[in-house]
């Protein structure tokens, strides 16, 4: 029996509607599983109140130092700390950083490897996960800590981000 080819194009037509369909029913079950995973990098990095301490001066608000991916947590820090200074991580480097992280999601493999390097290696304190947060928002206007979560699980954010900043110190005296 000879299949004329209006029936090959047909055939070919409805598997290429058939591995399309799939592909949209794919990306949609990995979008729902990623809206479930939590938007707010104080979920995963543990809650946090600030506290108002009266000093003699005035009042002065404790940092959350819980939300190191805020921009605002090295200013944060800096007033709480007054008159005293912190050592902070430099723009250029910061810039650099933030491009590093940008380049890391791929269109099939990420480089998570970058990331771990960036999280484990080279940051010494809380202030400069904030100082790269800043430098990503001001190259890029987007959230940082958003744009790692779209591209890594569940297990690589606790692995690559959670758990590295969790054993940093909150800031470091200059």
Avoid at 24 to 46: E, H, M, Y
Avoid at 49 to 57: F, T, Y
Wanted: no cysteine.
């Amino acid at each position: 029996m000879d299949i004329s080819k209006t029936t090959w194009w047909m055939i070919g037509g409805a598997g290429v509607a058939a591995l399309g369909i799939g592909a949209f029913w794919i990306i949609s079950i990995r979008l729902k599983k990623q809206k479930k995973a939590s938007n707010d990098p104080t979920l995963i990095l543990g809650k946090g109140k600030q506290i108002d301490l009266s000093a003699r001066a005035g009042t002065r608000k404790v940092p959350n130092w819980n939300n190191a991916f805020d921009m605002n947590y090295t200013a944060q820090v800096k007033q709480w700390l007054q008159p005293k200074s912190i050592l902070e991580l430099d723009e250029a480097t910061a810039k650099k950083y933030a491009k590093q992280i940008k380049n890391a999601k791929g269109t099939f493999n990420d480089d998570e490897e970058i990331i771990a390097l960036i999280f484990y290696k080279r940051l010494r304190d809380k202030t400069n996960v904030s100082s790269i947060s800043k430098a990503f928002w001001s190259l890029y206007k987007m959230d940082m800590w958003q744009y790692l979560n779209s591209f890594l699980s569940k297990s690589e954010v606790h692995r690559y981000l959670t758990q590295p900043i969790k054993q940093l110190p909150n800031y470091t005296i200059a």
